[in-house]
């Protein structure tokens, strides 16, 4: 062997070695972190960057749900093939490597079409990845309280996302560039891809062979009202950014400000929403959903930041539900070896619902806007949004009781 080829063996050990100790093997967590610091650079302030030039309700609309129905589509292929060659690791990685050189790319210009464009792109990477990264985490969850388990991993992500927001409040205040946002979010998802790479693949036995599971009743239940609910959802979001930025008139850092603000709120209540979710997994649903009929009837009234800064920290109770009750309920009624597959379904559902609500709220808003003021027009589908919330919210009393009464009920063992 040559010393220049003995050389590069030795560097290559050392730099695994060293990885190694600094991870201590765990690859998942520090993973989790990263990626989460990398996804919050950006994409939080794609939809402000929109609206702030002036783009048509209408994309801004589009903006505000593609990442939840490209990501579902990518999700359902990349699931399925998850399950199918246990190949998620390697899945994983590749996504985070493509999304950041996306994010690169996207940096260098910035229409509000061609943003459009690119974000489509970057969402339907993070499909890719969410299909590796949910089966992981989704197997390596079993034979644990999942409530507890996934709050650990929410709480880490939660994390990165404080940390980015943090940077990005830091950044905005001084030198307010979205190109600077964008390039590090995409240093960043390589990071992240380097820090999973040497985690091994997981072999999971199937516990239900495909073919049974198309009468599973739970997940077609669960499908529906999350499909209900997903349209209602979705129409409020582009009438939420276009408050902040033309009627509270938010600077990009105000706006920063607020995301950490609810970033911060989400850690703290996370590891308490773990051990209530473990307690009744149905409670934690229906609340989460009936907590997201307070957005619209808040932003109907918002005229300063911060009442904007409030909201933000009130989301932290409803974030922590949407990360844990939801994914830990899914789990449940999914079969293991199976949950790519699943959740990539569920995620599907939800991005094709909440896409529909997004566009149609935009394309009311562009023609109350003809007859009336902004701020009446908004007001008008704020209410539209907050009844069909609640309603579509008491749907979820007929997902299966088998988890518990609506209500949360208070174990001291496990509060200890």
């Given at each position: 062997m040559?010393?220049r080829?003995?050389?590069?063996v030795?560097?290559?050990?050392?730099?695994?070695?060293?990885?190694d100790?600094?991870?201590?093997?765990?690859?998942?967590?520090?993973?989790?972190l990263?990626?989460?610091?990398?996804?919050?650079?950006?994409?939080?302030?794609?939809?402000?960057?929109?609206?702030?030039?002036?783009?048509?309700?209408?994309l801004?609309?589009y903006?505000?749900?593609?990442?939840?129905?490209?990501?579902?589509?990518?999700?359902?292929?990349?699931?399925?093939f998850?399950?199918?060659?246990?190949?998620?690791v390697?899945?994983?990685?590749?996504?985070s490597?493509?999304?950041?050189?996306?994010?690169?790319?996207?940096?260098?210009?910035?229409t509000?079409?061609f943003?459009?464009?690119?974000?489509?792109?970057?969402?339907?990477?993070?499909?890719?990845?969410?299909?590796?990264?949910?089966?992981?985490?989704?197997?390596?969850?079993?034979?644990?309280?999942?409530?507890?388990?996934?709050?650990?991993?929410a709480?880490?992500?939660?994390?990165?996302?404080?940390?980015?927001?943090?940077?990005?409040?830091?950044?905005?205040?001084?030198?307010p560039?979205?190109?600077?946002l964008?390039?590090?979010?995409g240093?960043?998802?390589?990071?992240?891809?380097?820090?999973?790479?040497g985690?091994?693949?997981?072999?999971?036995?199937?516990?239900?062979k495909?073919?049974?599971?198309?009468?599973?009743?739970?997940?077609?239940?669960y499908?529906?009202?999350?499909?209900?609910?997903?349209?209602?959802?979705?129409?409020?979001?582009?009438?939420?950014?276009i408050?902040i930025?033309?009627?509270?008139?938010?600077?990009?850092?105000?706006?920063?400000?607020?995301?950490?603000?609810?970033v911060?709120?989400t850690?703290?209540?996370?590891?308490?929403?773990?051990r209530?979710?473990?307690?009744?997994?149905?409670?934690?649903?229906?609340?989460?959903?009936?907590?997201?009929?307070?957005?619209?009837?808040?932003?109907?009234?918002?005229?300063?930041?911060?009442?904007?800064?409030?909201?933000?920290?009130?989301?932290?109770?409803?974030?922590?539900?949407?990360n844990?009750?939801?994914?830990?309920?899914?789990?449940?009624?999914?079969?293991?070896g199976?949950?790519g597959?699943?959740?990539?379904?569920?995620?599907?559902?939800?991005?094709?619902?909440?896409?529909?609500?997004?566009?149609?709220?935009?394309s009311?808003?562009?023609?109350?806007?003809?007859?009336?003021?902004?701020?009446?027009?908004?007001?008008?589908?704020?209410?539209?949004?907050?009844?069909?919330r609640?309603?579509?919210?008491?749907?979820?009393?007929r997902?299966?009781?088998?988890?518990?009464?609506?209500?949360?009920?208070?174990?001291?063992?496990s509060?200890?």
């Amino acid at each position: 062997m040559s010393d220049r080829r003995q050389l590069t063996v030795a560097q290559e050990s050392w730099r695994e070695t060293l990885l190694d100790r600094y991870f201590k093997r765990d690859r998942l967590k520090p993973h989790t972190l990263w990626n989460n610091l990398a996804n919050n650079i950006a994409s939080p302030f794609v939809s402000f960057n929109i609206a702030s030039s002036g783009a048509s309700n209408l994309l801004l609309g589009y903006v505000q749900a593609i990442s939840n129905l490209a990501t579902g589509i990518t999700q359902l292929i990349g699931g399925r093939f998850a399950d199918k060659t246990g190949r998620r690791v390697q899945i994983t990685i590749l996504s985070s490597v493509v999304t950041g050189l996306f994010w690169l790319l996207a940096a260098l210009y910035q229409t509000p079409t061609f943003l459009a464009i690119s974000f489509t792109i970057i969402t339907l990477a993070l499909g890719i990845y969410s299909a590796g990264w949910t089966s992981i985490v989704g197997e390596a969850s079993e034979g644990t309280g999942k409530g507890v388990f996934l709050a650990t991993f929410a709480t880490l992500a939660s994390l990165g996302g404080l940390l980015a927001l943090v940077l990005t409040t830091i950044l905005t205040a001084i030198y307010p560039s979205y190109t600077l946002l964008y390039l590090l979010s995409g240093g960043f998802f390589l990071f992240s891809a380097l820090v999973l790479k040497g985690r091994k693949e997981q072999n999971v036995q199937r516990n239900t062979k495909p073919s049974e599971l198309k009468n599973n009743r739970d997940l077609r239940i669960y499908y529906l009202v999350s499909g209900v609910y997903g349209v209602f959802w979705g129409f409020g979001w582009p009438l939420f950014t276009i408050t902040i930025v033309k009627i509270v008139r938010v600077s990009l850092f105000q706006y920063s400000l607020a995301q950490m603000i609810g970033v911060g709120a989400t850690i703290a209540f996370q590891p308490f929403i773990g051990r209530l979710v473990d307690n009744n997994r149905r409670a934690g649903v229906f609340w989460g959903r009936m907590g997201l009929v307070i957005y619209p009837l808040a932003y109907m009234i918002m005229s300063a930041p911060w009442q904007y800064y409030l909201l933000s920290a009130f989301s932290g109770i409803t974030n922590s539900l949407l990360n844990i009750a939801f994914v830990a309920y899914l789990y449940d009624i999914s079969p293991a070896g199976e949950r790519g597959r699943y959740t990539a379904e569920f995620g599907l559902i939800t991005g094709v619902s909440t896409m529909a609500g997004s566009l149609l709220a935009a394309s009311a808003l562009t023609i109350l806007a003809t007859s009336y003021t902004l701020w009446l027009s908004l007001a008008i589908l704020y209410s539209v949004a907050a009844v069909g919330r609640v309603a579509a919210a008491l749907l979820h009393l007929r997902l299966p009781g088998s988890y518990g009464s609506i209500l949360f009920h208070h174990q001291a063992s496990s509060t200890a």
